[in-house]
């Protein structure tokens, strides 16, 4: 190519805006660097919404990514590449849910106010136990608040994102968000 | 300037005020602590397994092959045909207009009509500062040039080719990185 970028990894340095045009025109390098920068935060979404469950967060991850190559060429750019990917995983996550745990899901049966422990266990827990701590937690969680919890605190998307990945309005996503953040705060306190 | 700050607590670009949840005091008194090195714990975390499901990832992608249209290339006098598929003529435009620093292809269509090739559409997103009407005159010699050598249309029924080029967006540097 007469005027290629410096480096033989320039595609590495391009904008997900760059990578999207030309992934969509079958250029399989740019969707290789899409999975690279945007599948580990997929994937650790995916396996803390599954319950930890690697397994299944794996398959969801690998059908939200693929089912992103087939229908890039859908994509308007109305939400940021990592929104609209972060929306599929969500989806996928939600289907599995559906047909393996047939269980309701009411936001409001699991949102009682847990009492604080009153033990004082450890001071310096390993972030392993802590994580495990956090999963144990998190499956305690109704879906929602799950989803805009990890979404938010994790993974950083803004309320906005998060509306748009899960399909809801914002003042829904703040109502979860808050719900979600005061269960979790009062379950972690035994840690303290 | 960084707000909100205090024990425990990540500091708060202005920025994103509206987003603090106003429990904030509230958690920590209720044991925030915990929860934000949990959170920070998962934030750094790199999933086990990743490298594996994204190999896997790449590897079926490669199997997935793209909706195409056959394109009739030459037709010879004893009735034999030689077809060729869009996507071998799409990947050949990518390549031709991924080589300058000025433009990048957005969208590529090709119009077929019962295997005749009647015109290609090449959507662009141009670099600031780029002369147009010269950038569009220059893709639509290149394109026809590169398409024109590979459908010849030789014996066929085919009428020219025509290429239409539409710059869709201008950004302010190299097009095929931002």
């Given at each position: 190519?007469?005027?290629e970028?410096a480096?033989?990894d320039?595609?590495?340095d391009?904008s ?14 740019a969707?290789?660097v899409?999975v ?7 994937y650790r979404?995916?396996?803390r ?6 397994h299944?967060a794996a398959?969801?991850t690998q ?6 190559w087939?229908?890039l060429?859908?994509f ?8 609209w990917?972060f929306?599929?995983v969500h ?6 849910q559906?047909?393996r745990?047939?269980t309701?899901?009411d936001d ?7 009492r ?6 450890l001071?310096?827990?390993l ?7 956090l999963?144990?937690a ?7 608040q799950?989803a ?5 605190e994790v ?8 509306g ?7 003042g829904?996503v ?5 719900r ?5 705060a009062?379950?972690?306190a035994?840690?303290r | ?6 024990p425990?607590r990540?500091?708060v670009?202005?920025e994103?005020?509206?987003?603090v ?8 008194a209720?044991?925030?602590g915990?929860l934000?090195r949990a959170?920070r714990?998962a934030?750094?975390e790199?999933?086990s ?11 079926r992608?490669?199997?997935i092959?793209?909706p195409d ?18 996507r071998?003529?799409l ?8 080589s ?10 090709f119009?077929v009509?019962?295997?005749r ?7 662009l997103?141009a670099?600031f500062?780029?002369?147009?009407v010269?950038?569009a ?7 026809l040039e590169?398409?024109g050598?590979?459908?010849t249309g030789e014996?066929t029924d085919a009428?020219?080719?025509t290429?239409?080029?539409?710059v869709?967006d201008v950004v302010?540097g190299d097009?095929?990185?931002?």
């Open positions: 190519m007469d005027h970028p480096g033989a320039w595609l590495v391009a997900d805006e760059a990578l999207v045009r030309q992934a969509r025109l079958g250029e399989e390098a969707f290789r899409i690279d920068r945007h599948g580990p935060g997929m979404y995916a396996i919404l599954m319950h930890g469950s690697n299944d398959e969801v059908e939200a990514l693929i089912s992103a087939k229908s060429a859908s308007e750019g109305r939400s940021s590449l990592r929104t990917l929306r599929m989806r996928r996550a939600a289907d599995l559906r047909h745990r047939p309701p899901i409001e049966l699991l949102s009682r106010v847990v604080p422990a009153t033990d004082n266990p001071q310096d827990v972030d392993s136990e802590l994580l495990g701590a999963q144990q998190l499956d305690e969680l109704p879906w929602h799950r805009t919890w990890l979404l938010r993974e950083g998307l803004s309320y906005a994102e998060i748009e990945a899960l399909a809801m309005p914002v829904s703040r109502g979860h968000l808050h979600g953040r005061r269960v979790l009062e379950r972690m035994r840690w | 300037m960084a707000v909100n700050e205090g425990g990540e500091p670009e202005p994103d005020l509206d987003e949840d106003p429990l904030d005091d509230e958690l920590v209720a044991g925030v915990p934000q959170t714990a934030r750094a790199e999933p397994g990743w490298s594996v499901l994204a190999d896997d990832v790449k590897r992608a490669r199997t092959t793209r249209h056959p394109v009739l290339v030459r037709l010879d006098a004893d009735g034999s045909r030689t077809v060729v598929s869009s071998v003529l990947a050949a435009v990518r390549r031709l207009l991924g300058a620093p000025t433009h990048a292809p957005d969208d590529v269509v119009r009509d019962d295997e090739l009647l015109a290609v559409e090449v959507s997103v670099a500062g780029v002369d147009l010269t950038l005159e220059d893709v639509r010699a290149q394109v590169e398409i050598s590979i459908v014996g009428p020219p080719l290429v239409d080029v539409a869709v302010d097009p095929r990185v931002l």
